[in-house]
Nanobody, 123 residues
Framework: QVQLVESGGGLVQAGETLRLSCAAS???????????WGWYRQAPGKQRELVAN???????DYADSVKDRFTISTDNAKNTLYLQMNSLKPDDTGVYYC??????????????WGQGTQVTVSS
């Protein structure tokens, strides 16, 4: 069973920083063939969108709106995903979700989500 638990959200003013964490648990992480992590966000009235992702090998990709402001990283030993968010803007407001895509030893991909953490940026 996979569990993803986000933390670190909150209310900040524009220009400030936040660091989100996503702690993952489950035996599949030790036996997975491949995996990738991602941070998504959903603003009120909008669809969920990809913010950033990172592969086990460390390759990263970012939404254009957060490039040069956000940094995604992992601590593979701790099965923890991070999102450092600098120079926050009101448009960054939303619920941020952690996602893991895992290829198991049986060569099946599974997609897992956390419960989300609220980020609110005031102007």
């Amino acid at each position: 069973q996979v569990q993803l638990v986000e933390s670190g959200g909150g209310l900040v003013q524009a220009g400030e920083t936040l660091r989100l964490s996503c702690a993952a648990s489950g035996s599949i992480f030790r036996t997975s063939v491949s995996m990738a992590w991602g941070w998504y966000r959903q603003a009120p009235g909008k669809q969920r969108e990809l913010v950033a992702n990172i592969t086990r090998g460390g390759s990263t990709d970012y939404a254009d709106s957060v490039k040069d402001r956000f940094t995604i990283s992992t601590d593979n030993a701790k099965n923890t995903l991070y999102l450092q968010m600098n120079s926050l803007k009101p448009d960054d407001t939303g619920v941020y979700y952690c996602q893991a895509e895992i290829l198991s030893r049986s060569l099946r991909w599974g997609v897992y989500w956390g419960q989300g953490t609220q980020v609110t940026v005031s102007s």
